[in-house]
């Protein structure tokens, strides 16, 4: 499991008077933030930067599932076969590997960065991700890639797979603001979506991923609820590391 990480101000946040901070507890280079919240939320977006800004490894959650469904996609196991599908997590074969690109995700050794971004990958992760065996499956994998420091996001990850995680941020955004940055997202790759369609996609995978009976998205207790509709993704990131800044118990 090779896993690629952001070197740049390794271990360091700079405060708003600009003065560098070191030798916290934990070491910022160590630390455990958690990033949860809806689809289009702008959790990548986020977790991305941070990671680059901390100099911490960036862990997208959700890529390894959207891995899981395209390998059942190309195999024929249904989404509703769990024990197939709890097989599958077992043994999959994932590498998180950094490029001119950005992170890249590499499932058997083969580059799906873009097969797992499909709207039909897209749909099929959901229904993939609310089997118990699946999940617990895949637990033990995310806690080790995390087991470093790093920022992680996902649906679960401050009531779940990182319950100790250092800062816990909850991203929410309306429903029609996430559906237009995903509609702008998937136009710039050429594909032709319809707004409303989309919004009523997000709707069911909220609705999919809010109610499963198995870790569902859910705010965790001590989580910082952060809305982004008035956001721009500098003053996302610039509230963000205020609030790890605060719970860091520094600046
Ligand atoms: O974040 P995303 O859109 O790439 O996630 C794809 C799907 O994976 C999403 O519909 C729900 C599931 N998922 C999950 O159940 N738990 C996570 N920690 C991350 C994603």
Known sequence: MALGGGMEG?????SSQGEKM??????LNRIKIAIDGPAGAGKSTLARLLGGKLGIPYIDTGAIYRALALKAFRMGISE????NLAKLAKELKIEFKRDDRGMRVYLDGEDVSEAIRTPEITRLSSPVSKHPKVREALL??????????GVMEG???GTVILPDADVKIFLTA???????????????KGYEV???????????????????????????EDAI???????????????????????????
């Open 174 to 188: 309306s429903t029609k603001v996430r559906a237009m940055r995903r509609y702008l997202e998937l136009k710039e």
């Open 155 to 157: 649906r679960d990850i």
């Open 194 to 220: 319809n707004l409303e369609d989309l919004e009523r996609e997000i709707e069911e995978r909220d609705r999919r991923d809010s109610t499963r009976s198995i870790a569902p998205l859910r705010m965790a």
């Open 140 to 149: 033990e994998l995310q806690r080790k890639l995390a087991e470093n420091g």
């Open 10 to 14: 390794r271990g360091r946040l700079v």
């Open 225 to 251: 609820l952060l809305n982004t509709d008035n956001l721009t993704i500098e003053e996302m990131v610039e509230e963000a590391l205020r609030v790890i800044r605060e719970k860091c118990g520094i600046g």
């Open 80 to 83: 509703d076969d769990e024990e």
């Open 22 to 27: 070191e030798n916290q507890s934990p070491p």
